[in-house]
């Protein structure tokens, strides 16, 4: 079952520019998560961002996370070549049996 | 200290077959958790693993099963493999239960044909 939705589902932008990319999800959660993927490759996490936060900073990743509108965003600045791939988020269904549940992820491409 | 590595990477099973996919979690880690992810379905969570026990269950038919070692290293097997089982299967590893930051191994390309 697919809880985290991304918003866009694919993004073109140039080197130097930001990419913002956004998460909505159905029901409470403890943490969200968003991780990047290489083109068919295993999964990186980037951040973590518990309920009780509202913004985190990690490098060049900004992420916000609003309980009340169920939604998060992730604001890579400054984007280079090598940050294209596709970003999921991921959260942990409270009272769910499952791990972690991913979005169907936004492919983001950065032209050199 | 060596990432997640799972074995074999690609696969080519013909349907009716069973699969065994292994992975071995960073080391110190005990939680180990298999993802599916298709184009179609994008990633679903298969089962957990903690400390040989299965802690938890995606929503997949019975022909999926998995097991954890002593030493944390997990397999999963498919058994009468249909054309839909072809997937990319990704193993992760977290330190505890309650650790939700996982840390994925490069996954095993498995096409059933």
């Known amino acids: 079952s697919q809880q985290g939705e991304e918003d866009p589902q694919a993004l073109s932008i140039q080197e130097g520019e930001n990419a913002t990319m956004n998460c909505s999800y159905k029901t409470s959660i403890n943490n969200l998560q968003w991780y990047r993927q290489n083109s068919g490759r295993g999964l990186v996490h980037l951040i973590l961002?518990?309920?009780?936060?509202r913004e985190k900073h990690s490098g060049r990743l900004r992420v916000t996370l609003d309980t009340s509108k169920k939604s998060s965003s992730l604001l890579i600045t400054a984007s280079r070549a090598a940050d294209t791939a596709s970003y999921f988020c991921a959260t942990d269904a409270q009272g769910g049996s499952e791990k972690l549940v991913f979005g169907k992820g936004t492919k983001l491409t950065v032209n050199p | 200290k060596a990432g997640v590595t799972q074995t074999p990477r690609y696969l080519i099973k013909t349907r009716g077959q069973q699969v065994t996919l292994s992975c071995s979690p960073i080391s110190g880690h005990r939680s180990v958790s298999w993802y599916q992810q298709t184009p179609g379905q994008g990633l679903q969570f298969l089962f957990e693993y903690f400390s040989e026990t299965q802690r938890n269950k995606g929503n997949f038919p019975g022909r999926f099963s998995g097991r954890q070692f002593s030493n944390s290293r997990s397999e999963m097997n498919v058994s009468t493999l249909e054309l839909g089982d072809s997937a990319l299967y990704l193993c992760a590893s977290s330190y505890g239960l309650l650790s939700y930051e996982q840390y994925f191994g490069p996954g095993t390309r498995l096409t059933v044909t």
């Open positions: 961002i518990r309920s009780n936060e």
